[in-house]
């Protein structure tokens, strides 16, 4: 990704800076995390949400009667719960500015029957709340809110963890839990657990895959244990402890990484038990069950069930069932 370019003036450096760095946060869009179309509250803001489509955010404002969005109902609303993390009150403080609780530009305007509107102060100034006023952002001391996931994503909604292909996060009643796929990955795009072989990641599960601090693996190529074609490259560390980040990559198409030779040879040279179809632009592949004589479907880069050849063998050049005898290292002891 290329970086912002800045153009820094004569004056005013700081204020450039800032403009700099609030790029380099869009670069990480929060969508990047949600499946398509999912709804939730801007976590700058007490009065936005944030559409995603196709990963990317869409903002959206609310004013007027309805100043707030609740995340739960998806709607622009009068005013929130006390539970949530925007509680803002407009009692008592008639003809008042308040500050959004999330946001430094942000402000809410209490009018004469305590009702309150939204506003937001211009480009590079912030809301100063003992002030009331907009003042320029290099004056200001306010930061970027942190945010709880669980305070702008509503319940049940499954969202993506990126520490692990595996792992998802979801809010039930307003509490963060951590998921793991069972033997799947999480697909980002739809917010389910599909085949590993449908999802494009690099984070693979890695925990101890360089082995143990009595017996690191160094300078070795290490299969990623959850495709055929993946493998990571153990790296020598300086004090000798286990690669804990070790560089992940795969075999070329129709390759399959094999351990013992450290190269990507022939499928049907090496008894890989995940998803034979990735990566192969083969119909119909070699099973690694014993006899020769089973195989699948491939479809999209993915195996059906497995199927026989019943008294045949499968001949995985031909791509069907032969009555000669097939003998593969694939699936042979
Ligand atoms: C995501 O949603 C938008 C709007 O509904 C739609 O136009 C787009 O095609 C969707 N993307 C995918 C990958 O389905
Ligand atoms: C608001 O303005 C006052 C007075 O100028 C200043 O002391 C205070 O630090 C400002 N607050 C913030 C959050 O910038």
């Given amino acids: ?3 912002p370019i800045c153009f820094v003036g004569l004056a005013l450096v700081l204020l450039m800076l800032q403009a700099c760095e ?7 869009d929060i969508c990047r995390l949600f499946s398509n179309n999912t709804v939730i509250r801007d976590p700058d803001s007490c009065s936005r949400s944030i559409t995603c489509i196709d990963f990317v955010s869409h903002y959206s404002s609310c004013s007027g009667n309805t100043p707030f969005f609740d995340k739960d109902q998806g709607k622009c609303v009068k005013t929130l719960s006390s539970t ?7 009692e008592g ?20 029957n305590e009702i309150a509107m939204y506003g937001k102060c211009p480009d590079s100034t912030h809301f100063n709340a003992t002030t009331e006023t907009c003042t320029h952002q290099y004056e200001s001391a306010c930061t970027t809110s942190t945010f709880e996931y669980c305070n702008i994503v509503p319940d049940n909604v499954n ?5 692990g292909c595996d792992k998802y996060h979801v809010c039930t009643k307003g509490k963060l839990s951590d998921k793991t796929c069972t033997n799947q990955y999480y697909q980002a795009s739809s917010g389910t657990c599909v085949a590993k072989a449908l999802v494009n990641c690099d984070a693979h599960p890695n925990a101890n895959l360089c082995g ?18 993946g493998y990571f490259y153990c790296a020598k560390q300086a004090d000798g402890s286990p690669d804990q980040n070790p560089i992940w990559n795969q075999c070329p198409q129709d390759k399959f990484f094999d351990e013992s030779s ?21 119909d119909f592949v070699l099973s690694t069950t014993l006899g020769c004589r089973n195989y699948y479907h491939c479809s999209g880069g993915v195996a059906s069930a497995e199927k026989s050849c ?7 050049e031909l791509g069907g069932c032969v009555p000669n005898i097939k003998s593969y290292t694939a699936c042979t002891k």
């Fill in 310 to 316: 019943g008294n045949y063998f499968f001949d995985e």
């Fill in 262 to 282: 450290q190269m990507c040879i022939s499928p049907t040279l090496v008894k890989c038990t995940n998803d034979r179809c990735d990566g192969r632009t083969l």
């Fill in 159 to 163: 969202f993506d963890n990126l520490q």
């Fill in 212 to 229: 143990k601090a009595s017996k690191p693996t160094v300078d070795k190529f290490v299969p990623d244990g959850a495709t055929c074609r």
């Fill in 1 to 3: 990704m290329e970086k």
């Fill in 84 to 90: 949530s993390s925007c509680s803002i009150s407009c």
């Fill in 22 to 28: 609030l790029v380099n946060a869009r670069d990480e």
């Fill in 93 to 112: 403080v008639a003809n008042h500015f308040l500050a959004d609780p999330k946001s430094c530009y942000g402000y809410y305007y209490c009018s004469e």
